[in-house]
């Protein structure tokens, strides 16, 4: 898709604010062109523009106010800008049942300044699905990179991590208002570019139906879907990178863990106590108890990356991130499986069943599977060989109208990330 918008050039005004050096102490957003205000040729080549697309295959699309009202009077979508006129759009995820093609499209511009080694920096980015989507996706990121990204699939750009991602189980679907995507970073000072769009995998990225909202409209549809094809499209605008002067200024704050990715989103984490349970073989906290039996869950001898284990005895309190006692059998398995593979990366995700809000599920899920990531540690695995993420309700593996079913839906899974 390839729908281009064209404003006249003549009926825009630059005005230029010049501040005094008394007021130069205000942060300046580092994103060139972060409203898209200034013109994006239609092929996003950035031979007349900030902004250009990283994927050969790439057709991202460019909205300028009056021009794209005029075309969704008879197309289904659009939107108001966040700000200003102009917005651009992108797939974040589009794929066909059966089909091996992963369609993802990206978007990258050049800084204003280089970002400054040690300093702390606030990236923002807003978003807003396209109401012809059929598929909320979890798959958005934000990555600052010393070199600008080229490729000519989507799994090209996956081997990089996002800085800033949006977390987990929290799916971007609001067709209605812009979703705020936000993140704070410790700069390396070798960042010049960024880059937007969904660097994880279809089999990482988790999924929700959504409803298109213009389904009763006499308009005419953009993308002809096939059957069992799915697609999420992003409008985003408003992109910003300021330096964060009240933290940089207190030096004490150099000392903030910053690194790896920004797990912030529209939902910021609440403070859940995080506790593990005592081994009563030491009778201490976090230890590996000598022998406490066996459940199978690693005895495959051959693991890849993508595989799935599901910890169906790691079991906690009702609405809690306590361990149950019983839970020390297959947590002892996963940190033998993780010392005697040392090689292996791996994804923890928490899930829930279906009471609750939407909200604390989500929080839930993310303390259980960081409850199961402060026992590793504690064991001497490495922090870095893991990553923690909460689905919520969002992936049940049962009905959530019997306890039975609940019970199995709430689960620890491990999933292989890395191999070597």
């Known amino acids: 898709m390839a729908v281009i918008f064209i404003s006249d050039i003549k009926n825009i005004f630059l005005i230029i604010i010049i501040f005094f050096s008394g007021f130069a102490g205000f942060s300046q957003n580092l994103v060139s062109n972060p409203g898209f205000e200034e ?21 991202p699309d ?18 108001v800008p966040h700000s200003g006129n102009s917005y651009i759009g992108i797939f974040v995820y589009r794929t066909r ?15 204003i300044e280089p970002l400054k080694q040690d300093s702390i920096y606030d990236v923002t980015a807003f978003v807003l699905t396209d109401p012809e989507s059929n598929i909320a996706t979890d798959g958005f990121g934000i990555y600052l990179t010393e070199t600008l990204l080229t490729g000519k699939k989507s799994a090209d750009i996956y ?16 067709q209605y208002q812009w979703m705020k995507v936000s993140g704070r970073v410790r700069a390396t000072g070798r960042e010049k570019i960024i880059v937007i769009g969904n660097f994880k995998p279809d089999k990482f990225n988790c999924l929700q139906k959504i409803e298109n909202s213009e389904k009763n409209t006499n308009k005419k549809k953009k993308w002809y879907l096939r059957n ?35 797990l912030i989103s529209v939902i910021q984490e609440t403070g859940l106590v995080l506790r593990t349970f005592p081994n009563p073989e030491k009778n201490e906290e976090n230890s590996l108890s ?3 039996g066996n459940t199978g869950v690693f005895n495959d001898p051959v693991v890849s990356e993508g595989q799935v284990f599901n910890l169906h005895h790691v079991l906690f309190e009702f609405a809690k991130d306590i361990f149950l ?19 292996i990366n791996i994804e923890i995700r928490g899930h829930t069943d279906s009471l609750g809000t939407t909200e604390h599920n989500i929080e839930l899920s993310i ?19 893991m990553e923690c993420y909460g689905y919520g309700s969002s992936v049940p593996v049962a009905t959530n109208q019997t306890e039975a079913g609940r019970k199995l839906n709430r689960r620890v899974e491990i999933i292989i990330t890395k191999k070597q």
Do not use: H
């Open 39 to 59: 013109f994006i040729p239609p092929a996003f080549d950035g031979k007349q523009g900030t902004w250009k697309k990283c994927l050969y295959s790439d057709t």
């Open 62 to 79: 460019y909205f300028y106010g009056p021009e794209a009202k005029k075309v969704f009077d008879k197309y289904v979508g659009g939107t």
């Open 97 to 111: 049942q059966g089909k091996k093609n992963e369609i993802r499209e990206f978007v990258q511009s050049s800084l």
């Open 159 to 174: 081997c990089y991590k996002p800085q800033v991602i949006n977390k987990s189980g929290y799916f971007l679907k609001d």
């Open 228 to 262: 069992g094809e799915d697609v999420s499209y992003l409008y985003i605008d408003d992109v910003s990178v300021y330096a964060n002067d009240s933290m940089n200024k207190n030096d004490i704050l150099f000392k903030m863990p910053l690194k790896g990715p920004c």
């Open 290 to 292: 000598k022998d406490p």
């Open 325 to 343: 006692s019983s839970s020390v059998i297959e947590l002892n398995e996963l940190l033998r499986f993780l010392r005697a593979n040392p090689g």
């Open 367 to 385: 303390a259980r599977a960081k409850a199961v990531e402060k026992f590793l540690i504690k064991n001497d695995i490495v922090k870095n060989r």
